[in-house]
């Protein structure tokens, strides 16, 4: 990881004098911080495109230097590119969805959150090294290739990276606390029967072991199948509470039936009326509660309407 008081920066102004105003200050900001302004694009570490969208004509060209710094960003991945400016006021957001390799947006109402934000982003850039010093697999190289005395090569599996010295001496620190964690799990657990398999998130070294032990445990299960006998059935405790209903009929027409109440409305959030096992149990509800007889008292004959709120069906015996 690059330590960003070495850092250089380009800022491309388009549009508005204003716009170029705007340039330095951010200039202003980075060197106040650091950084040094970079001689050619290709040198820099941080990008600034200072934007203006009054013409669509330079909204096109804008977003044609975009895709055209993806192809550096490709050749140097730590370098962070960043939107400003009016078109980064107007578009917000969607400029992450046209032009996914931008690093941040800022609007002109937050031009000075600069220092802020690269702060932030070298922040996550710094815990994503030490996610993968976790994995033990960073070497230092014994040449430095012309690198300052301030800083060493390090190899990453697929990659190399420079890394400053201060930086380095607390990724080895942190090596070494890993690995006495380690050792103090294997210590604790193992003399219990229980092992443990350390991993690396980054680059899942360790997980097939810990995946075929996993497996060999499996195979280690009996095989016939187990079926737990259901112990709770919401029916009876349905059929038990003592919930209040009404049984009435109909003022308006003497062959239709109304039944209401709390205890109807809960056994029709219960109950699934389309299927076998529910309607079966809708006919214990009505005969176990007491609601048939009481339709009876009520006069009801066959071939009446029985209503239950959204509810409607012919009554037979």
């Known amino acids: 990881m690059l330590n960003h008081k070495q850092l250089l920066y380009k800022i491309l102004p388009y549009g508005c004098q204003m716009n170029f105003s705007d340039g330095e200050r951010f200039a202003g900001q980075l060197e106040r911080m650091g950084y040094k302004p970079a001689e050619k694009l290709e040198d820099a570490d941080i990008i600034i495109i200072n934007t203006c969208c009054v013409r669509e004509s330079a909204e096109k060209k804008i977003y044609g230097k975009i895709g055209e710094i993806k192809h550096l960003k490709q050749q140097k991945p730590d370098l962070i590119l960043g939107i400003t400016g009016c078109m980064a006021q107007k578009d917000g957001d969607a400029i992450f969805k046209k032009a996914s390799h931008v690093d941040f947006v800022l609007g002109t109402n937050k031009m000075y959150d600069l220092p802020a934000v690269l702060e932030e982003i070298f922040a996550s850039m710094k815990t994503a090294y030490a996610a993968l ?65 350390p991993i690396s998130a980054v680059s899942g070294k360790g997980l097939k072991e810990l995946l075929y032990a996993v497996q060999k445990k499996l195979d280690e299960l009996p095989k016939e199948r187990m079926v737990f006998e259901q112990e709770f059935f919401p029916e009876d405790m349905l059929l038990a509470e003592n919930l209040p209903y009404t049984v009435e009929q109909d003022p308006e027409d003497e062959h239709r039936f109304i039944i209401e109440g709390p205890k109807i409305e809960k056994m029709l959030g219960y109950t699934n009326l389309d299927s076998e096992k529910g309607f079966a149990f809708f006919q214990r509800f009505l005969k176990d509660t007491g609601i048939l007889d009481e339709l009876e008292q009520a006069g009801i004959q066959e071939g009446d309407t029985v209503k239950m709120y959204g509810f409607e069906f012919d009554y037979y015996k």
């Open 133 to 197: 010093i976790s994995a033990s697999e960073i070497q230092v190289q014994d040449t430095k290739d012309g690198i300052g005395e301030d800083a060493v090569s390090v190899v990453i599996p697929g990659a190399v990276v420079y890394i400053p010295l201060e930086d380095l001496v607390d990724f080895e620190k942190e090596k070494e606390r890993l690995k006495k964690e380690q050792e103090r799990l294997k210590k604790e657990f193992e003399p219990k029967g229980i092992p443990v398999y």
